[in-house]
């Protein structure tokens, strides 16, 4: 579902990051490791296709996303690839479902309420589905990201540090519904973090 | 969805949208009440004026004069001698002299006695009945039969003065022959009979207080409407009034023109006022807004994280601008008729003067444009801000 070859990105002037080829099929699970500075955010960023490699390609559903342009890697992007975020990103003004079909409107798909409601009775937060985003706590805005990413049923999700800021009980949690729920609609999951936590539990690992 | 959004944020900041569309709504409204009040008194002022050359009464301020005489809104200077005016008729340059008498009402609606040419003078057409011809028969203008509720043949007694509250003459009633036909002019609001009725009144009183003074004293009116054969008569004969005969001669052009002059210099520092009024709403538009897209950059990167166009989200914020100015319009162009239909109150009470109530004038339409460039000139800088956005280094900021 998703390889890499040979990517190599650079900021400005500063030093070249080189990564390993990394392999992912659907409804495995792949553990990118590594200390901070190692370039794991970086990585990630640009296998979801936020940033453009300086060489090397990212293939996802056998396309290779480097020949796409600008508009059509967007777009490839919002059907594809599922993302959940370090700290929970909303738009604040709209509510939880609200947010969650959001990602159908920006996806061009047709806003489907009822899988939102599903993903949310899957998450246990349907009876979150109608408040505002601020008034969750930080586990409950977590599983929301989860829901979001899951909306248009990508083949890749990735998620960055998502246990990070929760306790045992819940990063135990988090990574069962994600390990779950991208092997229902059978996507690829990739999890970048320095949580050992989640080392003992997946055994298909890449440390940078 | 995306109006759902707009819609969302305007109302997650409730006080600074109020706060935009209130300055914007002060500031239309402070301009479309100038432009509604201005047009319409300009209207009014010259459709009255229109072939009146001069107007002739006693000495004193010749604006008074104009307003009394052709307005019907002012006190009169005074009185004139009837005779005066005989040399005024012959002379060749003269085509016409409307002698007008007036000092009593009915219910506050002036009773003016004057000749027919001046009913024809304004293309006064009867809905009912006909034209005066004895003395003590009035034909009332549109306004005054609607307002009083008159009649064909109702009968009414006359008071002293211009004002409601005067002396009644209980004795000699008037007799409604003729209701006219409303055509937007001063004589909507008239009573017009023949000047002997006037002098017929007054001959009553004035005998009674000073009995024995001679008899053509009293042929008194209160200013003749003067038109001329030729623009000649403009330039000799007003001077030839003020120099040689106790009365003034006014020139309503002249006057009339003075007095928008006036006006337009509290007309302009209003206008001035309210444009600024516009462009502070089109700041605080742009405080918002660029406020607004500083605290939701990372809402605006996750958008387009997931598969957001810079466009529609471009559109998106300038939306939110112009839905704000454009609220502001509405709301404004709304008071405005609201300020307009109370002023209209007013001056009605005050004036038997009525403002109307018009739809979108010619100019609140260049108002509407004035507010969309505010709306998009203040939206446009915090929606460009949406082009410099980068995603990855957003997102990975914590």
């Avoid at chain 2, 005074?78 to 005024?88: D, K, R, T, V, Y």
């Avoid at chain 2, 302009?268 to 939701?296: C, H, P, Q």
Wanted: hydrophobic share 45%; net charge neutral.
């Amino acid at each position: 579902m998703l390889q890499t070859n040979s990517l190599k990105f650079s900021y400005q002037n500063s030093q070249v990051f080189s990564f390993p080829d990394i392999c992912c099929s659907s409804k495995e699970t792949l553990l990118i490791l590594g200390n901070s500075g190692t370039g794991k955010t970086t990585l990630l960023n640009l296998l979801s296709l936020l940033l453009n490699p300086a060489e090397g390609n990212v293939n996802i559903n056998n396309i290779n996303t480097s020949t796409l342009n600008e508009k059509t890697r967007t777009d490839f992007r919002a059907k594809n690839v599922g993302i959940v975020f370090q700290k929970p990103y909303f738009v604040n003004a709209l509510n939880v479902s609200e947010n969650l079909v959001l990602a159908n409107y920006l996806g061009n798909y047709p806003i489907d309420k009822q899988k939102a409601a599903e993903l949310a009775q899957n998450l246990g937060f349907h009876h979150l589905l109608s408040k505002k985003v601020q008034e969750l706590s930080g586990g409950e805005q977590q599983r929301v990201c989860i829901a979001r990413a899951l909306m248009n049923s990508p083949k890749v999700i990735f998620a960055d540090e998502p246990t990070s800021a929760l306790d045992d009980e819940n990063c135990e949690k988090v990574a069962d519904l994600l390990e779950k729920q991208s092997q229902i609609i059978g996507a690829a999951l990739i999890i970048v973090t320095h949580d050992y936590r989640l080392k003992t539990r997946f055994s298909n690992q890449i440390t940078l | 969805m995306l109006l759902k959004i707009v819609w969302k944020n305007i109302w997650a900041k409730k006080l600074n949208s109020f706060l935009c569309i209130l300055l914007m709504m002060f500031g239309i409204s402070i301009i479309s009440l100038l432009i509604n009040i201005g047009n319409q008194l300009q209207d009014k002022f010259s459709k009255n004026i229109s072939g009146i050359d001069m107007v002739v009464g006693a000495k004193g301020s010749p604006l008074q004069l104009i307003l009394s005489g052709v307005y019907q809104i002012d006190a009169p200077t005074g009185n004139i001698p009837m005779s005066e005016l005989q040399s005024l008729q012959m002379n060749p340059l003269v085509k016409q002299v409307f002698p007008l008498s007036m000092g009593d009402n009915y219910q506050g609606f002036r009773i003016v006695g004057t000749i027919h040419p001046y009913l024809k003078h304004f293309e006064a057409d009867y809905a009912e009945g006909v034209g005066f011809k004895t003395n003590m028969e009035v034909v009332i203008g549109s306004t005054v039969a609607k307002k009083l509720k008159l009649k064909l043949n109702d009968s009414f007694a006359s008071s002293h003065g211009l004002e409601k509250e005067g002396e009644a003459h209980g004795d000699k009633k008037y007799k409604v022959v003729g209701i006219l036909k409303s055509n937007n002019s001063v004589i909507d609001n008239l009573i017009l009979c023949n000047l002997n009725s006037i002098w017929e009144i007054h001959e009553h009183e004035d005998v009674e207080m000073h009995e024995g003074e001679a008899h053509e004293e009293k042929q008194n009116i209160t200013c003749a409407l003067v038109k001329f054969r030729s623009p000649m008569g403009l330039m000799t004969i007003p001077r030839l009034i003020n120099q040689n005969t106790q009365m003034q001669a006014a020139l309503p052009a002249i006057e009339i023109n003075r007095l928008f002059e006036l006006m337009g210099i509290g007309i302009d520092a209003f206008k001035a006022l309210a444009i600024a009024i516009m462009l502070i709403s089109g700041i605080s538009v742009f405080v918002t807004l660029y406020n607004a897209l500083k605290e939701r950059k990372y809402e605006m990167a996750l958008m387009l994280s997931m598969g957001g166009k810079r466009l529609v989200l471009f559109f998106m914020l300038m939306l939110e601008g112009l839905i704000l100015s454009i609220s502001g319009f509405v709301l404004g162009i709304i008071l405005s008729r609201i300020g307009l239909f109370l002023a209209s109150r007013l001056l009605d009470q005050n004036f038997n003067f009525n403002l109307h109530l018009t739809m979108l004038q010619k100019e609140e339409i260049y108002l509407l444009i004035a507010a969309l460039l505010v709306g998009i000139f203040a939206a446009l800088i915090p929606s460009l801000g949406i082009y410099k956005i980068n995603i990855s280094k957003t997102l990975a900021n914590d």
